[in-house]
């Protein structure tokens, strides 16, 4: 089975830069991170394919880069000029050719527990 396991969350000032890693048990078609803050809908953030071009949140365009290390089997996402908006539960997430999370980011069918960003004024 496959199994998500999110690191690298901490607290940041604006501006500032983090990296989120996800270790995970098998390789997967589509593999990508999702982010909630309280009160808010857990949205999408970024999504990376073993058959396709990365695609990315237009929040996030340009400021985060998703990779993937198969021989380390992790999930990286690499973020830069943080903006307090940015703070949220991030979610790492995954699933199998033809589902819905890799048609359209939606609906992974599996995910991590998640790790806490949190971004400062």
């Known amino acids: 089975q496959v199994q998500l396991v999110e690191s690298g969350g901490g607290s940041v000032q604006a501006g500032g830069s983090l990296r989120l890693s996800c270790g995970y048990t098998?390789?997967?078609?589509?593999m990508g991170w999702f982010r909630q803050a309280p009160g808010n809908e857990r949205e999408w953030v970024a999504t990376?394919?073993?058959?396709?071009?990365?695609r990315y949140a237009d929040s996030v365009k340009g400021r985060f880069t998703i990779s993937k290390d198969n021989a380390k089997k992790t999930l990286y996402l690499q973020m830069n000029s943080l903006k307090p908006e940015d703070t949220a539960m991030y979610y790492c997430?995954?699933?199998?050719?033809?589902?819905?999370?890799?048609?359209?980011?939606?609906?992974?069918?599996?995910w991590g527990q998640g790790t806490q960003v949190t971004v400062s004024s």
């Open positions: 997430a995954a699933d199998s050719f033809g589902s819905t999370y890799c048609s359209r980011d939606s609906h992974p069918g599996y």
């Open positions: 098998s390789s997967i078609a589509c």
């Open positions: 990376i394919f073993t058959f396709a071009p990365t």
